[in-house]
Antibody
Framework: QVQLVQSGAEVRKPGASVKVSCKAS????????IHWVRQAPGQGLEWMGW????????NYAQKFQGRVTVTRDTSISTAYMELSRLRSDDTAVYYC?????????????WGQGTMVTVSP | QSALTQPASVSGSPGQSITISCTGA?????????VSWYQQHPGKAPKLLIY???DRPSGVSNRFSGSKSGNTASLTISGLQAEDESDYYC???????????FGGGTKLTVL
């Protein structure tokens, strides 16, 4: 079955970086964009960006430009999201999600989420 | 860019219908038919209910329906069931540098 499995919870200090992985299975990895969406505790969803696994092309929300890098390794059907210069307000659950295709908007399959805690 | 505007909470009794609104602007909801709706139970990942304003993915109950008028999209849930109690989020493509924007979320309580 189609699934996205993310790496485990992370704890970082302010100013550090974190890299979260998202391994896809059950479909052709290069057929669908992968999005990254985060959710701070008790808050709503916030879109961060997407990657086209076929070309490696990316599109980031302006808010995260310069701090986020999304990459992929097609040999292992895995996408990565790295967020640098972490602040306390980056504490959130980070989700990867599969686009309906190559649209760049709706996501029909989500990973289980990765909790990233930023604390001194 | 600010999030799309959703009511913080709505409620209804089993069997009733409820509607959740999602208000944006001409740069997002009003300008494109790329509105989606998600259901999120506590501690779980979101689930896609509606895309392209009114299309349902396979496996989603036809009790969930979507529509749009001007800058406001709506999600209607008919025949409310206890398991519908959840948080609901709308999202839209936006021409701005944000690209994809979410609503603030609506908590549905089934009385």
């Amino acid at each position: 079955q189609v699934q996205l499995v993310q790496s485990g919870a992370e704890v970082r200090k302010p100013g550090a970086s974190v890299k979260v992985s998202c391994k896809a299975s059950g479909y052709t990895f290069t057929d669908n964009y992968i999005h990254w969406v985060r959710q701070a505790p008790g808050q709503g969803l916030e879109w961060m960006g997407w990657i086209n696994p076929n070309s490696g092309g990316t599109n980031y929300a302006q808010k995260f430009q310069g701090r986020v890098t999304v990459t992929r390794d097609t040999s292992i059907s895995t996408a990565y999201m790295e967020l640098s210069r972490l602040r306390s307000d980056d504490t959130a659950v980070y989700y990867c999600a599969r686009d309906l295709g190559e649209r760049g908007d709706a996501c029909d399959m989500w990973g289980q989420g990765t909790m990233v805690t930023v604390s001194p | 860019q600010s999030a799309l505007t959703q009511p913080a909470s709505v409620s209804g009794s089993p069997g009733q219908s409820i509607t959740i609104s999602c208000t944006g602007a001409s740069s997002d909801v009003g300008g494109y038919d790329y509105v989606s709706w998600y259901q999120q139970h506590p501690g779980k990942a979101p689930k896609l209910l509606i895309y392209d304003v009114s299309d349902r993915p396979s496996g989603v109950s036809n009790r969930f329906s979507g529509s749009k008028s001007g800058n406001t999209a709506s999600l209607t849930i008919s025949g409310l069931q206890a398991e519908d109690e959840s948080d609901y989020y709308c999202s839209s493509y936006t021409i701005t540098s944000t690209h994809v924007i979410f609503g603030g979320g609506t908590k549905l309580t089934v009385l």
